[in-house]
């Protein structure tokens, strides 16, 4: 990253770094899978890379872009998370991604919420979306934990996308649902921690 210097974010198990080409492999096996079909995917390798590359480039474009998600003792990547806005894209989104063997454990909440956190306090936005798609219930759960609402007014992509409405940064501030999900997150950093009912990530 030779003109932007990606910001590190630290929440209580996770460090937030720029995507770096070691941590391609990962992505890879991720974009070219199943876990992929609501995200454009699966990709073969070719789009899996050029995809990779334009995380990369996002940063030197837009001055945000997408984090990867390391785990802070032991330095293995979860996924992504972060802020995205390529061409075409009506509004910038907060999206993520969480590899197939970790979602379940809370990773994307986590990050999501730190990363928005950013994006509203040094970034300075004053709204976010979430772009899904209808079928993907693991993230829509997530948006809606998150606070975010469906907004039928905002533009889509491509009209085939449902579209998530964060809380304004100063709806967020200080609230019961930022309390709230703080209070979870320390739920899935406590090992004794077995979470009932749907996953949220």
Known sequence: MSDTLIPIIETK??????????????????????????MGGPLNAYE??????????????????????????????????????PAKWPEAEIAWVIWPDKNGKGYALEAT?????????FCGWDTAVSYIDPKNLDSIRLAERLG??????????????????HPAPADLRGSQLSHGIEMEISHYADPLFKPKGWALD
């Open 13 to 38: 198990r996770l460090i937030l770094r720029g995507p770096e080409p070691e941590d391609y492999p990962d992505f890879k096996a991720t974009f070219t899978s199943y876990r992929a079909r609501f």
């Open 48 to 85: 899996a890379w050029m995809l990779y590359a334009a995380e990369i480039g996002h940063w030197q474009i837009r001055g945000y872009g997408m984090w990867m998600i390391h785990d802070k003792d032991t330095d293995e990547t979860y996924g992504m998370a972060g802020g995205w806005k």
């Open 113 to 121: 919420h730190a990363v928005r956190n950013y994006l509203y306090g």
């Open 148 to 165: 975010a609402i469906k907004d039928h007014d905002a533009a889509t992509i491509d009209g085939n996308d449902a579209v998530y409405r």
